[in-house]
């Protein structure tokens, strides 16, 4: 880790004015991404500008019906705050099934979105990685890539989005606040992360010096049936095998509109758009449930190693689908 | 009178208890004498090959850098018997991971960043990490031991031809672990030529040793301090690179040096678990009496040192058949030199000699309790021994009861709860009675105190408990006025905390020293005590080494329940139950510890734990402890651990025999055996994660 | 190098004593208390927030101290494992006290991060916040009951290599209300 100069920001405007776009400062919030990627080397900002204290730790409802968590909202505290677990309960549980509560106290909602992937070969300084130096290649594609993506990746980056937060996000049509010296904007969770194509270093839709100052939940999706279901190695503490988040909005006996979004197979929060066509205006039965999810997972390319998790992902949507739909859903 | 003669076997509390609860028992690292620096080491980052250059320019110039030592400008060692302490004398990269550079700083973070920027370049080979049982450098190992070659007995090929009832299978273990809580760590310090050492190490006596050796100082020029140790299971029974590293700096740097390896290098350079390849042959008569008995092994090794996986030893112990051939294979490749992780041979070996049994049970329409029941026997198989005491039988049938075992449906995918199919499964247990010579003495004082002094190391066991309750009994005295003595090798000399042998080992010692203190305060009857008090020392050089009539071992018997959800392919254990007969128990509360915690180990040898050689780099691709899944709370359930009291007069003056071990061997045999009963798919390679078992396991 | 720009002064409270330590911006809080402070209670097991050892009370909420960077810390009450004690300030306190007697721990290398994540996890559930095994439909934001199963989630981001698992839980089962 090298020697970094620190500048706590207490306003938006300040933290954006510090950072001011410049390719070796980081914003820093809880820092349980950050902080482990300087050890490792993967990360060596010159400037940190800790955001962790600006004024955007509120989860509030907005006039429109949506709700608006700050950037600098603990997992934890959003997870267990009353408008998420009333509203938005894929939400509160996609958060709890990540990490562990210490981290979970510590991380914050911007964070959280702008991790990075936990692929071994990115990590590791020693071995060769589009993503963390481009053009080195890529270790995974050849190596050991059982936990690697099976739907989106490019020929020069494999590596999965590791968050559990994000794909319940994506779900839900939440959208991303920005903030940069040149102004506001929002972007759709669902086109925040990139796929990898041939520039595996950009991670996020993200500019230079533009700061998350929140996420914002639409009021369309507030009080939907949903649900979140993750399958990991260990039973907990554990990054996403695969795992599924649904928001399914039936009304008698029609599925009106049904948002389904997979973790752990993607370089991103992968929204399932296929499927939820496929399902939209229909009758909610297993099977239509299995031939939207399989229609879906056909466009996967799995690779040498990970092949299960096409099969893993259809039995955790079919399954979260199956469940949410309840008696509606006739097998 | 105080109630004497009764501390041995009773739960009595750990004694350094409350200082680890308050957090002021200090480990390796956690001292820090006045102008300490720290250390970092740099590993190569290829497989095979020699250092071409190191440029450490841009490392000196990092602020608060002190030093750095390649093997250009390191102190010279003797030479070590372990190829693995020879660490910067010469330009070879046997592995990737071994250390080329340690960069010693004002502070931790300046080490850190000096060693990031060290510029090697190297002169790389070609390289070959794949373990294959058809490799062609695969060996039988000469058995200098007598136990890492092949033993055979009658012709097992042609009466496993022969045999009307006959398994046939390949089980896979995959690379494991240790990684014990505490990193390997030590702190070194050269005052007038006398160097000390508080080291993260299961045996403080063989660190001072090997120190002393390498740096061609007199044994009492050195002291090797292992106070408290945060856990080792096997990977800091021998004396490892981090120590020698932060030796060879203090001395350079003539000042005190703090080394803590960091967590992602530990799996390159403290030994681990060697992937096994196993052939499993069972020949059986219809009733199950086994005919013919063949486990073939393959392991790999490094170049640096061979080292042998004997997981085919547990398979001469279990079960006698006429015809046996019991094989290990190991193959030399660039990789990480393998060491010991707890129950060495015996953990995959019983895997898969349990699994294959099982197998064998459910082909037959046997009872698997009762195949094992027909296949007991008096006498070791291997070497026709009668055994000192078995009571396999007894541990299974005990195991069978307290788990309900009767009202078993045998019958595979027979019970299910909703998506979650449940089965049940048991395997055997086995580890050999190890002890090893150790000094100990023990002196009374005039104030009605004791204290025993050992330099046994506690590395979770309970040493210093244990060690006492032995005292207090041999002595005849109240548990409370003895105090033990360890940790230090200016304590007389003793064996590692290993092989489940230390009690047996430091106990037998400390037995004899109080034995001979007991008879020399009889002698003086109604005296007052000098107040340097009256010692007695012991050796039991000659004795705790001597060849016994008797094959000695611990058995135990291991019931795990499991759930397979079908969706995930997850697999949790619902049950874990262990029966042991491990002689006596010499403190119920610490014992029950630590059969437990092997047990949660061996449960993560089932179902998470599992590390991949990457082909094309040379290195464990599950580095960290995020990436290689130690069980955590969340898979842990309800672990019941039992034992059958022995008397066994052919083990030592305790009766004793290892308990840190046996608890890891059979629990993943159990587990998978389980997993065959719930789905009636049989997983040969573990971990049983959900890509194993959504693909070959519903 | 070495200038002031990569160092500054961080006010804080340890175990209720108001200190200054000047630190290097790399410096975690881990390193601090453990290298410049001399509280080694909390360890350091991995150094990347992988197995919990390090955990320590941040204004009363259980976090990895080898993830915090000491100087974004400026104000914050830490409480480690050597600043836990019992209301009379001299006693151990109750989870301490309940390790000892379900003899929760072996080497204790990973014991004050469990100690610490089990006060800080009791203050959680009692505060209403639900985990990853609470029955959704029931989460209501009313304290949690901390069943065995409870305690094991909650407590997962505490790794014990000895496997002391069963014990911990057992002791946790004993200082819940």
Redesign the interface.
Known sequence: MKPFRYVRAYSVEEATTAHAGRANSRYLGGGTNLVDLMKLGVERPERLIDVSRLPLDAVEELPDGSVRAGATVRNSDLAAHPLVRERYPVLSRALLAGASGQLRNVATTGGNLLQRTRCPYFQDLGKPCNKREPGTGCGARDGVHRDHAVLGHSRLCIATHPSDMAVALAALDARVELQGVRGRRTLPVTEFHRLPGDRPDVDTEIEPGELITGVLLPAATAGLPSAYRKARDRASYAFALASVAVVLDIEDSVVRQARIAFGGLAHRPWRARHAERALQGGAPSDEAFRQAVDAELSAAEPLRDNSFKVRLARNLACDVLRRLAGPASAS | MPDTASAVGAPA??R???Q????????A??H?PEGCAYAWPV?A?VARGTVASVDTTAALE???VIEVLTHLNAPRLEEPDDATLAVLQDARVPH?GWYVALVVAD???AA??GA?AVRVTYDSEPHDVTLKADHPDAHVPEDEDGTSGEHTRGDAEDAFAAAPARVDVSYRVPPLHN?????HAATAHWQDGRLTAHDSSQGATTVRDVLAGLFALPEEQVTVVSE????G?GSKGTPRPHVVLAAMAARMTERPVKL?L??RHLPAVVGHRSPTLHRVRLGAKEDGTLTSVIHEVTAHTSRVKEFVETAAAATRVMYPSPHARTTHRVVPLDVPSPSWMRAPGEAPGMYALESAMDELAVNLGIDPIELRLRNDTRTEPDSSKPFSSRHLAECLREGARLFGWSERDPRPRSRSEG?VLVGSGVASATYPVVVAPSRASAHAYPDGSFVVRVNATD????ARTVLAQVAADALRVPLESVRTDIGSSDLPDAPLAGGSSGTASWGWAVHEACTRLASRLAGQQGQQLPPEGVGATADTEGTADADSDYARHAFGAHFAEVGVD?????V?VRRLLGVYAAGRILNS??A???F??????GLGMA??EGS?M????GDF???????Y????????P??EAHWIDEDDPHLNPMGSKGIGEIGIVGTAAAIGNALHHATGRRLREL?L???RV??GGL | MGTDVFRSEVPLTVNGSPCRPTVDHRSTLLDVLREQMGLTGAKKGCDHGQCGACTVLVDGRRANSCLLLAVAHEGCDITTVEGLHADDGVELHPVQRAFLERDAFQCGYCTPGQICSAVGALAEAAAGNASHVTDPDADTGEPVELTREEIRERLSGNLCRCGAYPHIVEAVEDVTP
């Open positions: 509390g750990r350094e208890g409350p680890k609860v308050a957090g002021a028992a200090r480990y690292a956690e820090t590993p980052t990092v602020s608060g990737r502070t931790l973070e850190r960043e990031a990684h014990p809580m505490e990193p408290h140790v945060g856990g299971f803590v960091p967590r998506p590395i979770g066991t309970g079908t969706v995930s392919g997850e949790r509360r610490t029950r510890s630590q437990i915690g092997a047990m949660t180990m179902l998470t991949t990457d082909a094309a780099f691709t599950e580095a960290d402890l995020a990436a899944h130690v069980p955590a709370h969340a898979d842990v309800a672990i971990p994660t959900p890509d959504l693909t």
